[in-house]
T-cell receptor, first 115, second 114 residues
């Protein structure tokens, strides 16, 4: 069974540009989470999508946005990139609320570098 | 507001000895606590979890202890092996506005010395 897949693996952008990151969850998982891991910091919660709806959002500015498609894959968009957006962006999936204990299955991440 | 804290950024242990990784939390409404392991250039992988109604959960070499009164949990690895060298994240599941949220600590880098 395929795990969570993310693309691209690496992405280099310049300040002010936009970045789009993609995630495909494990088959059967309807929830997708996005986390940011900046250098030296832990995993900061960004967004949670379930059944196509945004369910929760972390403490990030509105230029971080995303969506979930009918096949449960997800996209994270970061507009007006800033240098401090350079980080590893991790996507995770899980069964929907009520059918899990908080266990998340992570992809290998997309490394975004902003120059 | 860091609700889940791992105060030790790193830990070194000799192979065969016990590794103890600690985690503190502030939100008494968390209902599940989890530990994840992360190797460089890979995503975190689930290791072990514990419900807030229990005080211990064991899985092979890994045991998680929960002290609710102290809002503290720990992960014990016995015996430690070089392959255990990784960053360990403590996480807690809670609910915000009716929706679940998993909050992670900042991680502890474990080095097991052969």
């Amino acid at each position: 069974e395929a795990g969570v897949t993310q693309s691209p693996t690496h992405l280099i952008k310049t300040r002010g540009q936009q970045a789009t990151l993609r995630c495909s969850p494990i088959s059967g998982h309807t929830s997708v989470y996005w986390y940011q891991q900046a250098l030296g910091l832990g995993l900061q919660f960004l967004l949670w999508y379930d059944e196509g709806e945004e369910r929760n959002r972390g403490n990030f500015p509105p230029r971080f946005s995303g969506r979930q498609f009918p096949n449960y894959s997800s996209e994270l968009n970061v507009n007006a990139l800033e240098l401090e957006d350079s980080a590893l962006y991790l996507c995770a999936s899980s069964l929907t609320l009520g059918a899990n204990t908080g266990e998340l299955f992570f992809g290998e991440g997309s490394r975004l570098t902003v120059l | 507001d860091q609700q889940v804290k791992q105060n030790s950024p790193s830990l070194s242990v000799q192979e065969g000895r016990i590794s103890i990784l600690n985690c503190d939390y502030t939100n008494s409404m968390f209902d599940y606590f989890l530990w994840y392991k992360k190797y460089p250039a890979e995503g975190p992988t689930f290791l072990i979890s514990i419900s807030s109604i229990k005080d211990k959960n064991e899985d092979g070499r890994f045991t998680v202890f929960l002290n609710k009164s102290a809002k503290h949990l720990s992960l014990h690895i016995v015996p430690s092996q070089p392959g255990d060298s990784a960053v360990y994240f403590c996480a807690a599941r809670g609910f915000s506005g009716g929706y679940q949220k998993v909050t992670f600590g900042t991680g502890t880098k474990l080095q097991v010395i052969p």
